[in-house]
């Protein structure tokens, strides 16, 4: 696929002046879960951009990099061994863009995201942010967006994505192969903020459905996702994201519906720096029709900031879930000295994790983690 999105890159896009740019990063954790657990893990993400100014407000450009990683999970009973070794190498960007005074267009392999939620985001469709991680790593999805600017502020975006079979965001099932999903977003001002709706289609891939007998019959499975959202700002931020999935579960062991809601709002406390506050409601459930009810899953989630100068933040970011009781807790000291920077992290969860983001991760229990990164 990446071969693909290259063969398109306009040829004159190569004859221009490049800068190299990358971000080496390594971590360790530790955490205290059932045994003794420890990880060692590096990223190395490099690669090229390239623009040329074509005149009369018409810029081209291209980013072309690569992604690196490996990393190592031991644990420790009686004595310390290896229980987990990946390693990886591939594209993490890879697309050509056009730019004029009222449209954007970008083809490749490229992030895309929107919304205003940092914390727990219902329109977490394409990518895997997690607000805890100091370099705001995600993978990307190969597709085309064009985007439309309008005087007033106002946008709309169109998209379609392909070969992007990889469970995405809060996706349970995967895309199914070779099919396009598409989709759109307008965006438009209202006094100090906006309202935005959005809109996303797609094939489900059920291969990996428990298959009963007799099987399941044949067939393509839509997903459309419909989403509302919008933000105001006056003296203090609020925001608000509805999102309803409606997937076609004829014969299948899946509810049809999904429903994901999140409230939100932000402030800086005029303290010494500044204190920058954050805090969300959010909920996800499955409701038996889009505006029925859904005995959802419902979480509180928080945030702090506070510069102790050029070159040092403090940070804290907490979590409840309120149907276990249950708390989340990190706390991050990240320095800044030029090109480097060093976070420092302690966390208190539970010793499994009903977020997310964590599948997988070493933040369940309690534990540190100290990461350090280079940009050149």
């Not at 999970?73 to 310390?80: Q, T």
């Not at 993490?92 to 995201?113: E, K």
């Not at 106002?154 to 989709?183: A, C, H, S």
């Not at 100068?309 to 807790?329: M, W």
């Amino acid at each position: 696929m990446a071969s693909l999105f290259l063969i398109f890159l306009p040829g004159s896009i190569f004859s221009q002046p490049v800068s190299w740019e990358g971000q080496a990063s390594v971590w360790g954790t530790f955490n205290d879960t059932d045994s003794i657990n420890t990880q060692l893990a590096a990223r190395y993400i490099t690669g090229l951009n390239i623009s040329r100014n074509l005149g009369n407000s018409i810029t081209t450009d291209a980013q072309i990099t690569a992604n690196a990683f490996a990393k190592g999970r031991f644990n420790y009973n009686d004595r310390f061994r290896a229980t987990q070794d990946v390693s990886d190498v591939g594209l993490h960007r890879c697309y050509a863009r056009l730019a004029m005074a009222n449209v954007d267009l970008r083809v490749g392999l490229q992030r895309l995201n929107f919304g205003s939620a940092v914390l727990l985001r219902p329109l977490m469709w394409f990518d895997g942010l997690d607000p805890r991680d100091p370099t705001q790593f995600s993978e990307g999805v190969y597709g085309a967006l064009l985007r439309v600017f309008f005087n007033n502020n106002g946008n709309l975006w169109f998209w379609g994505l392909y070969e992007n079979d990889e469970v995405k965001g809060w996706e349970i099932l995967p895309t199914e192969k070779q099919r396009v999903e598409w989709g759109g977003r307008i965006q438009y001002p209202v006094y100090n903020g906006e309202l935005a709706f959005t809109y996303h289609r797609r094939t489900v891939d059920i291969s990996g459905l428990f298959q009963p007998d007799p099987p399941l019959p044949p067939g393509p499975r839509t997903e459309q996702r419909y989403a509302f959202d919008m933000r105001w700002d006056i003296e203090i931020g609020f925001w608000s994201e509805i999102v309803i999935v409606d997937f076609d579960n004829d014969e299948l062991p899946l509810n049809r519906w999904r429903r994901f809601i999140n409230m939100g709002a932000d402030y800086t406390i005029g303290i010494g720096n500044g204190i920058g506050v954050m805090g969300e409601y959010f909920e996800i459930g499955e409701p038996s029709d889009p505006f029925g009810g859904a005995n959802p899953a419902r979480f509180l989630a928080a945030s702090l900031d506070y510069s102790l100068g050029i070159a040092d933040i403090v940070k804290g970011v907490f979590y409840n879930d309120l149907e276990r009781n249950e708390s989340y807790s990190f706390l991050a000291w990240i320095h800044t000295l030029d090109n480097w920077q060093f976070s420092l992290n302690g966390f208190w969860n539970p010793p499994s994790s009903s977020l997310n983001y964590d599948s997988g991760s070493m933040l369940a229990g309690k534990g540190v983690r100290l990461s350090i990164t280079f940009n050149h």
